[in-house]
């Protein structure tokens, strides 16, 4: 027996995950890599007992796997288990998966919005960590500054001449600064698009150490950071409607009221197809107002486009519910 290419066949027996590839153990065949997105929702879930938390468990490493755009973790602060992926629904089908290939009865909590934070202007810094405790002691100092770049990544320049940093603490300072690029000091969000720059510093032939460099950028960060004027930024979605052109100006009017903007529209004579960028916050529960509106004769699409700034008015909302958030201890 064999199967040729386009051929739907069905194995038993055989220990396999989607995505998977067969051979005949003969020929080894190397794939591209795939570009997968950040995921931009996450979702809390928690299970309702011990066997559920185990079946969860299970579910939750074979998705994993299954699925690259799929993440998992752990909050510190909760304990929660937090699912991320690329949208709702994305979400939603892993949920029922677990409850009904894996009776794990769990409880989800409000989808959130995975924002991230950048900075706006060019701030200078200029730290000196030292501690003292008996014995040797810790030191290092490191000026620089650190500024807004066009993409997303972090960029570390070493401007630092006549060893005013030893060579071999400059690798130490660049991860200081890194580790602080996963929380941001605006609301606790990633941060994108940021250049340091460290033209000057200072050693101790006794007290400086990888670890005491590294608390000194730690420390330069949080003095600068604040003073470069962070901006919250929030991903938006390329959405795609498609729907019969008597239900075009309803689609269209919806999408204006998430503070879309509509990029292009094409029509047939029977069906419309409506593209535009809409942030993601504004799309949760936009499967059942599409329905509404056009007696759930339209379908859409929707994919991760990029981070734009949050408007101002919305910007100081979201301050005050994570405020409050974190004063009521909840997440």
Known sequence: QQAEAGDIVALFGVDCFSGDTFTDGRVNYALTSMRVPEPVVSLAVTPKDNKASTQMSK?????????????SRVDPESGETIISG????????????????????VETGMPQVAYREAISRKAEFNYTHKKQTGGSGQYGRVAGFMEP?????????????????????????????QGCLEKGLL???PVLGMRVTVNDGNSHSVDSS???????AVGAFKQAY??????????????????????QGNVMASISQRRGMITSSAEDGVFTTV?????LAEMFGYATTLRSLTQ????????????????????????????????????
């Open 59 to 71: 579910a939750i490493h074979r998705f994993v796997r299954e699925d690259p755009t799929f993440r």
């Open 86 to 105: 690329m949208g709702e629904l994305h979400l939603e089908i892993y949920v029922e998966r677990m409850r009904r290939e894996f009776n794990a009865e």
């Open 149 to 177: 770049t066009e993409g997303q990544e972090f960029e570390f320049v070493n401007a630092v001449k006549g060893g005013a940093i030893p060579t071999e603490f400059i690798p130490a300072v660049e991860k200081g600064f």
């Open 187 to 189: 609301l606790g969000f």
């Open 210 to 216: 990888e670890l005491a460099f590294r608390q000194a």
């Open 226 to 247: 604040m003073n470069a004027k962070p901006l919250l930024l929030e991903p938006v979605m390329k959405v795609a409607v498609e729907c019969p052109s008597d239900f």
């Open 275 to 279: 593209e535009a960028e809409v942030p």
């Open 296 to 331: 759930g004769k339209a379908e859409f699409t929707m994919e991760f486009s990029k981070y734009q700034k949050v408007p101002d008015s919305i910007a100081e909302e979201l301050k005050k519910t994570f405020a409050d958030r974190r004063k009521g201890g909840k997440k």
